[in-house]
Nanobody, 119 residues
Framework: QVQLVESGGGLVQPGGSLRLSCAAS????????MGWYRQAPGKQRELVAV???????NYADSVKGRFTISRDNAKNTVYLQMNSLKPEDTAVYYC?????????????WGQGTQVTVSS
């Protein structure tokens, strides 16, 4: 199985920046894609950004041009650089990993990290 630990959340003013990190451990070789999701109070969890094993990326329309997902394979870590933050970005951000069908096609989640954008 895969264990995911997020970090880097906190309080930031509108227009500011934060960098979230997701450190993975366990059967890392089974992971085919990783992503960031977020959930605001009273709302459903939504996709923010995804990166595949080949490096392809996709973003939610609401964060395009402001957020960047990247990875460092040597450190088994995925990052989410968040710039020009808005109050509506306030949410708990979760790291997600998917494994290949050969490993069960399972989904794994981190514990979440709080991001609050407020003046």
């Amino acid at each position: 199985q895969v264990q995911l630990v997020e970090s880097g959340g906190g309080l930031v003013q509108p227009g500011g920046s934060l960098r979230l990190s997701c450190a993975a451990s366990g059967t890392i070789f089974s992971v085919t894609r990783m992503g960031w999701y977020r959930q605001a109070p009273g709302k459903q969890r939504e996709l923010v950004a995804v990166i595949t094993g080949g490096g392809s990326t996709n973003y939610a329309d609401s964060v395009k041009g402001r957020f960047t997902i990247s990875r460092d394979n040597a450190k088994n870590t995925v990052y989410l650089q968040m710039n020009s933050l808005k109050p509506e970005d306030t949410a708990v951000y979760y790291c997600n990993a998917e494994t290949s069908p050969a490993w069960g096609g399972a989904n794994y989640w981190g514990q979440g990290t709080q991001v609050t954008v407020s003046s």
